[in-house]
């Protein structure tokens, strides 16, 4: 299983957990990893209407970037029962880390600066980072995304161990 897989499979069975309920929650990943408020995050968040998977960084200039965003449509009803598949999520997790586009899939419709205080929020209507005109949040983000990977991969537990040993 490759590194991208098993974070992804981590992703979607926080996503369970958190979509249980109608109640608001955001899950904190990074924290799930030990790793401190201070460094990059991954959140999994389902908000009355609004859902996304975010990696990066909120607080400073380095930006974030969905990795997942919806919201519901019309008739209330997210593109997806509980988040994208755990192989699309994973396809796009290694498409930021390779430095690659892929297509943000949801009812969401954010533009360029959406959220971010340099303007480097990587969802747009169709494709993430601005068609990569910010080249230092791209390899921000795929360094981001790699940490994530990297740790997760070292991890002796399978990912349904790891959400179960932090609950």
């Known amino acids: 299983m490759n590194k991208y897989y098993k974070l992804a499979q981590l992703i979607k069975l926080c996503a369970r957990e958190i979509t249980k309920d109608d109640i608001a929650k955001t899950l904190n990943i990074h924290t799930i990893l030990g790793i401190h408020d201070d460094e990059p995050v991954l959140e999994v968040t389902d908000d009355s209407g609004h859902r996304n998977i975010l990696i990066g960084d909120v607080y400073t200039d380095n930006g974030y970037c969905y990795v997942y ?4 449509d019309k008739k209330g009803n997210f593109r997806y029962k509980c988040f994208p598949p755990i192989i699309a999520i994973a396809k796009r997790l290694q498409a930021i880390a390779e430095k690659d586009t892929f297509y943000v899939e949801g009812n969401a419709d954010y533009t360029d600066d959406v959220g971010a205080h340099d303007g480097t929020n990587c969802v747009m209507k169709s494709k993430w980072m601005h068609l990569k005109r910010h080249q230092k949040s791209v390899d921000y983000f795929a360094k981001t995304v790699e940490m994530f990977a990297d ?3 070292k991890d002796p ?5 790891i959400v179960a040993t932090n609950k």
Do not use: L
Not at 69 to 72: A, H, I, L, P, Q
């Open 157 to 161: 537990r399978s990912a349904k161990e």
């Open 69 to 72: 965003v919806d919201n519901t």
């Open 151 to 153: 740790k997760v991969a």
